[in-house]
Nanobody
């Protein structure tokens, strides 16, 4: 499983960005999603997309972020609107074969896959 994030950058408060995660490999199981980590803070789950098309968002991004999948291009997307300074962090794409991330929004290094991340600065 390989996950490569892109699309990060610097944006003014109130602006928008779309992150992309290009994935390759045999299977991604039941769930893919996004989380972020700011310096000195815990990992924060943001959004999850289940294999049946169901989506889930953390309260902190609900109504502002949208998770989507471009199946033809093997990409997972995160559309981010009305970005605020507190959204500044490294953003990671995640794959969870078990599907547990959809219910917990808690990234687990021992059972999930993720890429190198892409930096977002607001």
């Amino acid at each position: 499983v390989q996950l490569v994030e892109s699309g990060g950058g610097s944006v003014q408060a109130g602006g928008s960005l779309t992150l992309a995660c290009e994935f390759s490999g045999s299977t991604y199981g039941n769930c893919m999603g996004w989380f972020r980590q700011a310096p000195g803070k815990e990992r924060e789950g943001l959004a999850a997309l289940y294999s049946d098309g169901s989506v889930k968002y953390a309260d902190s991004v609900k109504g502002r972020f949208l998770i989507d999948k471009d199946v033809a291009r093997n990409k997972l997307l995160l559309h981010m609107n009305n970005l605020q300074p507190e959204d500044t962090a490294m953003y990671y794409c995640l794959a969870d074969p078990s599907g547990a991330y959809f219910y917990t929004l808690k990234p687990l290094s021992e059972s999930n896959y993720w890429g190198q991340g892409t930096q977002v600065t607001v």
